[in-house]
Every structure is written in structure tokens, then in C-alpha cells.
Nanobody, 123 residues
């Protein structure tokens, strides 16, 4: 099983990025999918998650109103659209898959992880 995250990069404050995470080796169409991030010297923190259909979403307060999580089960891919980016959003962003039946916000609730993609927001 492999989760391949992409779409990170350098962007100015106020800009946008769209992260993608494609899964291979296993179909996760019924699993909860989420995004976490980890800034240098900090713990990995929850950003957003969605249920199997994408109809139920859950965001960290820092992401509400600016980020949108979505998924395409036909492509086995989850996305994170990030708008109005701030320097404090700078981090490595990780996609993750949970086999639990609810959208959790703790790293311990996720069982498969991507390798991370770096997002750098300049001021």
C-alpha cells in the first residue's frame, strides 16, 4: 500500500495550493481520509478529514473557511484545496487513511500514511 502526496511548493501569503494524494496497492473507497501537517520542531497536527463519500468533512479551526478536503474514489485520490495561505501554514503535509468508522483527528486513528509534501508560504 502506498500513498503518494503531491502538489506542495512555495507560494506567497494569500495564495493557493491544491494537494493531492493518490493511493495504490489497495482501494480505500470506504475509508476515512485525512490530512495532517508538521512544522519544524512541532508535533504533527490534524488539518482535515472526510468520510468515505466526502459528504461529511471535519476541519481544524486553523483550516476552517480556507481549506477544503475532497475525494475522488474512482481515482482513489484525496485532495486538499488550500486558499488564503498564511506563513504559519508552512509545514510538511501528510495524507492519511483510517479504517475506523468515524472521522478522527488524532494521528493514532490513522493507519496508512503518505510520505509528505512540503508547503512553504512566504510573507
Amino acid at each position: 500500500v502506498q500513498l503518494q502526496a503531491s502538489g506542495g511548493g512555495l507560494v506567497q501569503a494569500g495564495g493557493s495550493l491544491r494537494l493531492s494524494c493518490a493511493a495504490s496497492g489497495r482501494t480505500f473507497s470506504s475509508a476515512v481520509k485525512g490530512w495532517f501537517r508538521q512544522a519544524p520542531g512541532q508535533e504533527r497536527e490534524f488539518v482535515a478529514a472526510c468520510n468515505w463519500s466526502g459528504s461529511s468533512t471535519y476541519y481544524a479551526d486553523s483550516a476552517k473557511g480556507r481549506f477544503t478536503i475532497s475525494r475522488d474514489n474512482a481515482k482513489n485520490t484525496v485532495y486538499l484545496q488550500m486558499n488564503s495561505l498564511k506563513p504559519e501554514d508552512t509545514a510538511v503535509y501528510y495524507c492519511a487513511v483510517s479504517t475506523l468508522s468515524y472521522t478522527g483527528s488524532h494521528t493514532s486513528e490513522y493507519h496508512y500514511w503518505g510520505q509528505g509534501t512540503l508547503v512553504t508560504v512566504s510573507s
